[in-house]
């Protein structure tokens, strides 16, 4: 039979173990005086057992809502929550079977001086235009958590091992504090190092350019933006994490991340120290610090276990490896008007490698011996600075500015002496082998943009500019050195290779 029948049993057969382990729950929202549907009201499911979120959903336009659910025998709460609204609440004993809860009607808050306020609820989700919000203080983590374990509790929120963050199966790119950068705007370290306690809303929203942000205009891109809002009572003060350890062979690693936060000033420091092959953070902990995106350049060595991100080194295991690193931070409002944000990062990786091989060749004529030894050394440097100036002229007028600029270095050399005997430990050929090899990249961009809001809604004037130079030089020497006692040639060679090269773009 045709794989295309075998496919449609299979989906059929899918659709049909769904149907008998899900159920429907539907009902409708509407205004308790008016009668009228109320639309994007937030309707979710708990458990009564520990108040965890279920699933939920919001209502359209004619105010219904429908969940599609897995059966359950336990009870769970259906709760409805808008503001200015009191909130509405029903225990539900089990969820074995489709179940109409009907029409539901939301009474106004009352706010008058001789009438009571009915304090309400606080959603662990809600839902306002483009904006999901939930309120952290719903979702129960650990003391000591930090905002990673944080957004695995939230419904929707997936992070895979690699640290690829998804909502509701889009991904996110953009990870803001306060609605800052927090070391670079793709920044994961927000959600690695700070204390889940002090947040207070996790926010997701469409990722906008700067011109769709000032002309109101829709999101292009389908990528999500996660906005993390600290509790006001804990937005000021000195925190942070560090680590150390010292082992055996004056072997040691240590790493530190400090925050000190008041009000629109923000700065943090991070730094990391080791010889064992560690560079203290996270591979997207440093892709994110050097302000990655969709034309970095990345490799991954499976085999050592290292990487590369713009032509920079990190890790491996092949020899002995010395990280250093060390980053800062800086956030603040000038005037009102200016919104400043930098941060700098060096970063420096040495390799050293020792390798000694001997080898026994099985030959016709006889066995030959080949006794070899290897050393290596790499190291790589690294300046990043970024800034980031938003001025706000008026009103309805931003002048955008960000400068970056990006010097890396990197520098191997390699020895390798070999010698070949017979059985009767006469040389038969020797060799020798010096290479050396030094690139060196620097790169620096700007983009900018002046925006100007009209009064008509969505009609916006957006100047954009970006400009980028490139500069790369790179060296390589081989000396080498073969030498046979029979009367075959010595090959003997001195080579230098030179290559410059330098690319300027501009676009407006």
Not at 128 to 143: C, H, P, R
Not at 325 to 331: K, T
Not at 355 to 379: K, V
């Amino acid at each position: 039979m045709p794989k295309s029948f075998y496919l449609f049993c299979s989906l059929l057969f899918s659709s049909f173990v769904f149907s008998q382990t899900s159920i429907t729950l539907k009902g409708k929202v509407i205004d308790h005086t008016t009668k009228l549907p109320i639309e994007s009201v937030t309707v979710y499911l708990t458990s009564v057992k520990d108040s965890s979120v279920v699933d939920y959903t919001i209502t359209n336009k004619l105010g219904f809502f429908i969940f599609k659910i897995k059966k359950s025998d336990k009870p769970i709460s259906l709760k409805v929550s808008y503001i200015s609204y009191q909130d509405f609440k029903e225990d539900l004993s089990s969820m074995q079977s489709d179940k109409d809860l009907g029409t539901i009607e939301l009474k106004e808050t009352v706010n008058a001086l001789d009438e009571v306020v009915i304090k309400s609820e606080i959603p662990p989700i809600r839902i306002k235009k483009d904006t999901l919000e939930f309120n952290a203080a719903s979702f129960k983590v650990g003391a000591d958590a930090n905002v990673e374990a944080l957004l695995k509790q939230l419904p929707g929120v997936e992070i895979s091992p690699e640290g690829k963050i998804t909502v509701n199966g889009k991904e996110v790119n953009n990870i803001l504090v306060n609605g800052k950068p927090f070391f670079g705007k793709d920044g994961k370290i927000a959600t690695q190092n700070l204390p889940a306690e002090i947040i207070d809303k996790v926010q997701v929203v469409d990722t906008k350019t700067k011109s769709e942000e000032i002309s109101g205009e829709s999101a292009g891109s389908q990528v999500k933006t996660i906005n993390l809002t600290i509790q006001e009572d804990k937005n000021k003060g000195f925190f942070g994490k560090i680590m150390g350890g010292y082992g055996s062979q004056e072997r040691y690693e240590s790493s530190l991340l400090l925050n000190y936060f008041k009000g629109e000033r923000k700065i943090s420091v991070l730094a990391s120290s080791n010889n064992i092959n560690s560079i203290g953070f996270s591979m997207d902990e440093i892709f994110d610090n050097m302000g990655g995106g969709r034309n970095t350049s990345i490799y991954v060595d499976d085999d050592s276990g290292s990487f590369g991100i713009n032509n920079m080194s990190f890790g491996g295991n092949r020899g002995i490896t010395k990280s250093n690193m060390i980053g800062v931070n800086y956030q603040d409002k000038f005037f009102k008007k200016i919104d400043q944000s930098g941060s700098y990062y060096f970063t420096n990786a040495e390799t050293e490698n020792a390798n000694r091989t001997e080898r026994i060749n099985l030959l016709p004529e006889g066995r030959t011996f080949t006794n070899s030894q290897t050393s290596t050394f790499n190291s790589n440097n690294g300046h990043n600075l970024n800034l980031d100036f938003e001025v706000k002229l008026d009103s309805t007028s931003i002048i955008y500015f960000n400068p970056s600029f990006k010097k890396m270095r990197t520098q191997n050399k390699s020895i390798r002496n070999q010698v070949t005997t017979n059985e009767t430990n006469d040389e038969l050929n020797s060799s020798s082998n010096e290479d050396y090899n030094e690139n060196n990249n620097n790169t620096f961009t700007t983009n900018g943009s002046y925006s100007k809001q009209f009064k008509k809604k969505k009609r916006a004037l957006v100047i954009n500019f970006e400009t980028e130079i490139q500069k790369t030089d790179n060296f390589l020497n081989t000396n080498s050195a073969t030498l046979f006692a029979d009367a075959t040639p010595d090959d003997i060679r001195n080579q230098n290779q030179f290559e410059k090269e330098k690319n300027q773009f501009g676009k407006l």
